[in-house]
């Protein structure tokens, strides 16, 4: 039987699919060079262990560095500008008619007439005081043209004390304690003691703080007494109280000589000044506390049996006792605490202040309680009650059995006197407010009801309260 496909046939359909098999196949080129346009894969990240233990978030904040343009603040610099006392201020208004404290109305009558008032110190009594580190910063005296103070009835009280004195001819010694409430102008009644005394002719001697014998921030060394006890000297802080000496006595060291014979360390010709004298102390701290002694004994020595001139009366002053009327902050060689008055110029303040050692030439010995860094002595709180009673002839208190008792204390402040400081009056409040006002700082008139209003908002005339009050606050 015969095929339906010729060959023919066959051949053209083989030829068709073959046609249609190219038609169909993608034109692809042999070799190309154009970059890939496909991304490249994301990589995998790697597989990080957790830790074992939970850790809590915490802020970070990058650090504060110091700025390369200025200087680091020089050793001491920064305790020297917390301490600095300014004294005058240009922008306050110059108050007319203010006298100054001077040698003509250094009186009874005269200063009991000037009550109430205030008066400028002079630029002589400025420079003394200044020396004696009198001044404090916390007192104000940059908000006025020039130091002044106001005159109260205490005031006129120590300058009886010293007429009293200078009229026993060397035979009186006066020996006070103030205290009294923050604030009261216990530091400034020193400082005015000392402005009076130093008027007069007398020597002047201040330990501005007493907590700085106290606290052991000053050298100390053990010094053995003949048949006593151990005794400690603070020699770097007896070269800094002869420096003040020295600036606030300039003019009667200069004119006093050494009269007795002394071991005197340096090279000193006999007959020298005593300013000589103090040089050595100042120059070297090592022999300021042998200085000391000498200088003492010097000014101490009877002006009849003086070779080297009369002796003026003395004026020693210490703010804040109560520092010293406790343990120290020093240890003994046993690591114990030692007791200020084995300290040895606390002890030599002590010793006056008690009478135990007298002033030949009479004088006066004045101390105060610091109530703004008071120092907790419970002895000394009942020393002062004790003295005041007794002064007022009321009965004294009776002592705490619970309270621990120093002996020490309580033997230095027997007989001594006291005198605590109140308010002002209404009439001195009055006095030192128009001061304020003529001086710029209060800016309405000065009425009686105003007066009244800061009087008893001051709790009853303190004076530091009163400052506050009127003039701090608006500054």
């Given at each position: 039987m015969a095929s339906l496909a010729c060959p023919r046939c066959l051949r053209r359909s083989l030829q068709d699919l073959e046609t249609t098999a190219t038609a169909i196949r993608p034109q692809r080129a042999a070799f190309s060079t154009s970059p890939s346009l496909s991304a490249n894969p994301p990589k995998k990240k790697a597989v990080v262990a957790k830790p074992s233990t939970r850790q809590g978030s915490a802020l970070r904040l990058t650090k504060n560095t110091r700025a390369t343009n200025t200087r680091p603040p020089a050793v001491g610099e920064r305790k020297e500008l917390r301490k600095k006392v300014v004294l005058s201020n240009t922008n306050a208004?110059?108050?007319?008619?203010?006298?100054?404290?001077?040698?003509?109305?250094?009186?009874?009558?005269?200063?009991?007439?000037?009550?109430?008032?205030?008066?400028?110190?002079?630029?002589?009594?400025?420079?003394?005081?200044?020396?004696?580190?009198?001044?404090?910063?916390?007192?104000?005296?940059?908000?006025?043209?020039?130091?002044?103070?106001?005159?109260r009835k205490e005031t006129t009280h120590l300058l009886g004390d010293i007429e009293w004195v200078e009229a026993g001819q060397g035979s009186r010694t006066v020996r006070k304690v103030l205290y009294g409430e923050r604030g009261s102008g216990k530091s400034v009644l020193q400082l005015q003691a000392l402005a009076m005394a130093s008027l007069k002719g007398w020597f002047v001697i201040h330990i501005p703080e007493a907590m700085d014998l106290t606290i052991a921030h000053t050298s100390y060394q053990p010094v053995t007494t003949p048949g006593g006890p151990t005794r400690y000297a603070q020699a770097h802080f007896a070269c800094k109280l002869l420096r003040n000496i020295r600036d606030a006595n300039n003019h009667l060291l200069s004119n006093l000589r050494i009269s007795g014979e002394?071991?005197?360390?340096?090279?000193?010709?006999?007959?020298?000044?005593?300013?000589?004298?103090?040089?050595?102390?100042?120059?070297?701290?090592?022999?300021?506390?042998?200085?000391?002694?000498?200088?003492?004994?010097?000014?101490?020595?009877?002006?009849?049996?003086?070779?080297?001139?009369?002796?003026?009366?003395?004026?020693?002053?210490?703010?804040?006792?109560?520092?010293?009327?406790?343990?120290?902050?020093?240890?003994?060689?046993?690591?114990?605490?030692?007791?200020?008055?084995?300290?040895?110029?606390?002890?030599?303040?002590?010793?006056?202040?008690?009478g135990r050692e007298t002033l030949p030439n009479g004088g006066m010995v004045l101390g105060a309680v610091s109530e703004s860094n008071r120092a907790a002595s419970h002895t000394l709180d009942h020393a002062l009650a004790r003295n005041e009673a007794i002064q007022n002839e009321l009965t004294p208190p009776a002592w705490d059995p619970w309270v621990k008792y120093d002996k020490n204390v309580q033997d230095a402040m027997e007989g001594v006197g006291v005198q605590r400081l109140q308010g002002l009056s209404k009439e001195e409040a009055r006095g030192i407010m128009e001061y304020y006002a003529r001086s710029g700082l209060i800016?309405?008139?000065?009425?009686?009801?105003?007066i009244s209003e800061a009087w008893t908002l001051a709790g009853g005339g303190i004076i530091g309260e009163i400052e506050k009050g009127t003039v701090k606050a608006r500054v």
């Open positions: 208004l110059e108050v007319l008619g203010l006298n100054d404290l001077s040698k003509e109305n250094l009186s009874s009558d005269a200063l009991h007439a000037l009550e109430a008032k205030v008066m400028g110190f002079g630029d002589t009594s400025v420079d003394r005081l200044r020396a004696l580190k009198a001044f404090k910063p916390t007192q104000g005296w940059n908000l006025f043209r020039r130091p002044a103070s106001l005159v002394h071991d005197i360390p340096g090279q000193l010709k006999p007959g020298a000044s005593l300013l000589g004298l103090v040089d050595v102390g100042v120059k070297e701290p090592a022999r300021a506390w042998p200085v000391w002694q000498i200088l003492w004994e010097e000014l101490t020595l009877p002006s009849a049996q003086s070779k080297g001139g009369p002796r003026p009366p003395i004026m020693f002053t210490m703010d804040g006792i109560d520092h010293i009327m406790r343990l120290s902050a020093y240890l003994n060689a046993e690591a114990q605490p030692i007791h200020a008055h084995d300290l040895l110029l606390p002890r030599h303040f002590i010793e006056l202040l008690s800016r309405k008139a000065v009425t009686s009801g105003l």
